[in-house]
């Protein structure tokens, strides 16, 4: 029904890692994020909260990533959750699936894999066939 306030994703960034720097292991933060480096190992939210991840358009990211909000602008190599908006740049390069709730695409961006909409209430449901009788 009603948003809480920390259910809304970050406009500001919190944490930087900056060009030049290599970040091996897994990523997890509050807030917002801002990644020049690279980072390989899986970037995400810690659990409970909502965050914002920026790639910037030097940086790489080789792993999963879990956030509320991504902005891409350089190159990940991985699967891609999020649980409210991904905006897509021009020079932005994604290589592996998107799953999104919203999603902005500019004209450049690339994608190779799928982009698969899906909602925090998607649920998986089993299929039976009807017996005839």
């Known amino acids: 029904m009603f948003a809480r306030k920390s259910d809304k994703p970050q406009n500001r960034i ?9 970040v091996e292991g897994d990523v997890t933060f509050t807030g917002g ?3 020049d480096g690279e980072i ?11 965050g914002t991840l920026v790639v910037s358009e030097q940086a790489r990211i080789e792993g999963e990533i879990r956030c ?3 902005v891409v602008n350089g190159t990940v190599v991985g699967p891609i959750h999020v649980s409210d908006t991904i905006e897509l740049h021009p020079r932005s390069k ?7 709730a919203k999603v902005e695409m500019h004209l ?5 894999g799928r982009l698969a909409f899906c909602t925090p209430e998607s649920k998986t449901v089993e ?3 009807a017996s005839g009788g």
């Open 127 to 129: 299929l039976k066939l």
């Open 68 to 70: 509320t909000r991504v």
């Open 33 to 35: 994020l801002r990644v």
């Open 40 to 50: 390989r190992g899986n970037v995400s939210v810690a659990q409970g909260e909502t």
């Open 108 to 112: 450049g961006a690339v994608v190779d």
């Open 14 to 22: 919190d944490s930087l890692i900056g060009a030049g720097t290599r």
């Open 94 to 100: 994604v290589t592996g699936d998107v799953h999104y």
